[in-house]
């Protein structure tokens, strides 16, 4: 009965700390001279996005589900547009919607900017995320110029600007 007793406590005991769930979204980028342009890779969870893109536009959109909506991959795209800003060499870039695909709970969105000058200046706003979740972390990879870096982007924390 003791040993009962005892292990009822240390199973409420562990069941009392919540799990507390990470908010984090990856980006690659990598500049490709040879094709003359970028290409963004972007790892967001499905849920997230889902989230994410029925505050904004009102509406369920239904990922990846039979439900989903028609307009679904216009409407990514304009969530990623509104939130996400690039700038080469000053400038701001227009950013093209390519694909999606889903990998597990994880929706991989493709797309490009075309450039077929030397990028002496790369700078990155991405926002994804940061009005659902306050502590949303969005990680961000660069490969430009055959210089590898690694950004992390928060709430506080929106931008950053590299010099090449």
């Given at each position: 009965?003791?040993?009962?007793?005892?292990?009822?406590?240390?199973?409420?005991?562990?069941?009392?700390?919540?799990?507390?769930?990470?908010?984090?979204?990856?980006?690659?980028?990598?500049?490709?001279?040879?094709?003359?342009?970028?290409?963004?890779?972007?790892?967001?969870?499905?849920?997230?996005?889902?989230?994410?893109?029925?505050?904004?536009?009102?509406?369920?959109?239904?990922?990846?589900?039979?439900?989903?909506?028609?307009?679904?991959?216009?409407?990514?795209?304009?969530?990623?547009?509104?939130?996400?800003?690039?700038?080469?060499?000053?400038?701001?870039q227009n950013?093209?919607?390519?694909?999606?695909?889903?990998?597990?709970?994880?929706?991989?969105?493709?797309?490009?900017?075309?450039?077929?000058?030397?990028?002496?200046?790369?700078?990155?706003?991405?926002?994804?995320?940061?009005?659902?979740?306050?502590?949303?972390q969005n990680?961000?990879?660069?490969?430009?110029?055959?210089?590898?870096?690694s950004i992390?982007?928060?709430?506080?924390?929106?931008?950053?600007?590299?010099?090449?």
């Amino acid at each position: 009965m003791r040993k009962a007793i005892s292990l009822l406590f240390v199973m409420l005991f562990l069941c009392s700390f919540s799990v507390h769930k990470f908010y984090v979204s990856v980006m690659q980028i990598d500049h490709v001279p040879s094709k003359k342009r970028v290409e963004i890779t972007s790892r967001i969870f499905v849920d997230d996005l889902e989230k994410a893109l029925t505050k904004k536009y009102n509406k369920k959109i239904n990922l990846t589900s039979s439900r989903e909506l028609p307009d679904a991959d216009a409407l990514i795209e304009g969530y990623l547009k509104e939130k996400v800003k690039i700038f080469i060499n000053n400038k701001p870039q227009n950013i093209t919607f390519l694909a999606r695909e889903l990998e597990g709970d994880v929706l991989i969105l493709y797309t490009k900017i075309a450039i077929s000058k030397k990028i002496n200046t790369f700078e990155i706003y991405n926002s994804l995320l940061t009005e659902v979740y306050q502590d949303q972390q969005n990680i961000v990879h660069t490969n430009i110029n055959s210089n590898k870096k690694s950004i992390l982007l928060t709430n506080t924390e929106l931008k950053e600007k590299i010099d090449y």
